[in-house]
């Protein structure tokens, strides 16, 4: 059975720090790229960062490159995202994603979401 657990979320002043984590079973995580989405309320998801499935690439949202950075561990099957500089505006629910893509076939699980919220 596919499982994405995140945590770690939370209310943090703005200009503090979290960092979630996302443990993963039930697939082969290390051929999965991973990515953290978000979704404001009112708004739609979007992505915050994604991983590819050795670490050797990452991409961000525009907004988050230099305070957000995601990291992988695929000994233990965690993702981290690791959120500096808070703002008001990055709350939202986060989600992780596990996608693959082979020929023919497209894979996509999703965790549950934590919530996080910026606000004094």
């Known amino acids: 059975q596919v499982q994405l657990v995140e945590s770690g979320g939370g209310l943090v002043q703005p200009g503090g720090s979290l960092r979630l984590s996302c443990a993963a079973s039930g697939f082969t995580f290390s051929v999965y790229d991973m990515s953290w989405y978000r979704q404001a309320p009112g708004k739609e998801r979007e992505l915050v960062a994604v991983i590819s499935s050795l670490g050797g690439i990452t991409n961000y949202e525009d907004s988050m490159k230099g305070r957000f950075t995601i990291s992988r561990d695929n000994a233990k099957k965690v993702v981290y995202l690791q959120m500096n500089s808070l703002k008001p505006e990055d709350t939202a629910v986060y989600y992780c994603?596990?996608?693959?893509?082979?020929?023919?076939?497209?894979?996509?699980?999703w965790g549950q979401g934590t919530q996080v919220t910026v606000s004094s």
């Open positions: 994603n596990a996608r693959r893509v082979t020929t023919g076939r497209r894979y996509d699980y």
